[in-house]
């Protein structure tokens, strides 16, 4: 009877350290996206804000969607045109679902999106303080 229960527990241990090992199949969605923006638009509601995108090619105008921890974050309620942002997230049929957010200078950004940031800052600029004869 000892040995019955012995074999059983362990039957049961090592059925469940192969489950643990295996774990799930590997979803495309577990590592999220390093992704650099550029926000184009004034936000108006936070849980979704347009921005020039760009995850290492070329950069698209995509609204980006934030994750509960991201809409808590003062970065993000900060948030205003021309900012530059280091994003993790992942894509989905609305835009970008995003789970952590950086701010950065608009030089540390990739090529693609610096000239998109330094035309909006030089527009913002003007906004701002026009030229004056």
């Not at 090592?14 to 936000?43: E, H, N, R």
Request: with cysteine.
């Amino acid at each position: 009877m000892r040995i019955a229960t012995r074999a059983t527990r362990w039957v049961g241990f090592a059925a469940g350290v192969i489950a643990l090992l295996a774990g799930s199949p590997a979803l495309p969605q577990q590592d999220p996206t390093v992704l650099f923006a550029v926000v184009t638009k004034a936000p108006k509601d936070r849980s979704r804000v347009t921005a020039q995108v760009s995850d290492g090619g070329p950069s698209a105008e995509v609204v980006l969607i934030p994750s509960e921890s991201v809409v808590e974050n003062l970065i993000w309620k900060k948030l205003e045109v021309c900012h530059s942002l280091r994003l993790e997230g992942w894509k989905n049929q609305e835009g970008y679902r995003i789970v952590a957010v950086k701010v950065l200078d608009a030089g540390m950004l990739p090529m693609t999106l610096q000239s998109i940031a330094g035309d909006c800052l030089i527009k913002r600029a003007l906004e701002y303080a026009p030229l004056v004869d």
